[in-house]
């Protein structure tokens, strides 16, 4: 007689659950940031799982017996994790590159500080891009699209189910191509504003030789720099609500190429 009506079946399913949370959730980014603290990610690894485990959940079954197997089920929850993890990375990595050129063309290039959640040196202008493209990824409610992908992950991959085809290889090369390509646009207005100093300055200098140009062109470009920085923060809200909406589908399309139930 089983006094505490123990359901091995369940208790593995919780925890695969658990690990799919720990492994996968906080490989996304605003999740698995790295300035909080380790306890908080631990304390939300579980509650996320109990919020998820009575309505989605992996069957106990699906809990290899062999060590082995679980080392590849583990391998293949990370890279699951690492894929939907990357596909908002390249979104926040063009914004970084495109204010890393405006720094370059402002004249910051010496300038650089310690991203406090990457740790790596980056210059004031993609700093301060990327901390208002994240802002406005979550006043948006990126966030719970993001979420929402992640649900769909237990009804499309099962445990170490992912499969990497070749159309899920090719639709992250686009999305990497297309990082570079909204480096360009976030950078293109203000480098034309720039050029046009630039090429406003050649002018005075060739109209005036006697003039010291180069004490006014520093300052005048970084004060042209910001000002058209501080306008496109409208056309970056922009491509970030336009990303957004199209992330549903664009996870969607990634999970179903790399299922295992639909690639039969």
């Not at 492994?23 to 908080?40: E, H, I, R």
């Not at 304390?43 to 017996?65: D, E, K, R």
């Not at 409610?141 to 290889?169: C, K, N």
């Amino acid at each position: 007689m089983d006094i505490f009506a123990f359901d091995t079946a369940a208790m593995l399913s919780f925890v695969l659950t658990f690990m799919r949370v720990s492994l996968v959730l906080f490989l996304l980014p605003f999740f698995g940031a790295d300035a909080a603290p380790m306890q908080v990610k631990v304390a939300l690894c579980m509650v996320f799982t109990l919020a998820l485990w009575p309505h989605v959940s992996l069957p106990g079954g699906q809990m290899p017996t062999h060590p082995f197997s679980l080392i590849v089920l583990l391998a293949g929850e990370l890279i699951m994790g690492l894929m939907l993890g990357m596909t908002v990375h390249f979104l926040f990595a063009g914004i970084q590159t495109g204010g890393q050129v405006l720094a370059t063309q402002m004249g910051f290039t010496m300038i650089t500080l310690a991203d406090p959640l990457t740790g790596a040196s980056v210059s004031i202008t993609s700093h301060l891009l990327y901390m208002v493209a994240m802002l406005s990824f979550l006043v948006l409610d990126g966030h719970l699209f993001m979420l929402r992908a992640f649900v769909r992950t237990f009804e499309l991959v099962p445990a170490g189910g992912l499969l990497l085809t070749p159309p899920l290889m090719k639709e992250i090369v686009a999305l990497s191509g297309s990082m570079f390509v909204l480096a360009v646009k976030i950078a293109a207005p203000v480098l034309v504003s720039l050029f046009l100093v630039e090429l406003a300055l050649a002018l005075m200098a060739r109209a005036a030789p006697q003039m010291n140009l180069l004490m006014i062109g520093f300052p005048l470009k970084i004060a042209v720099g910001f000002f058209f920085i501080g306008m496109l923060f409208t056309i970056m809200a922009d491509k970030i609500r336009e990303f957004i909406v199209g992330m549903d589908p664009m996870m969607l399309h990634l999970l179903q190429a790399a299922s295992p139930l639909l690639n039969r």
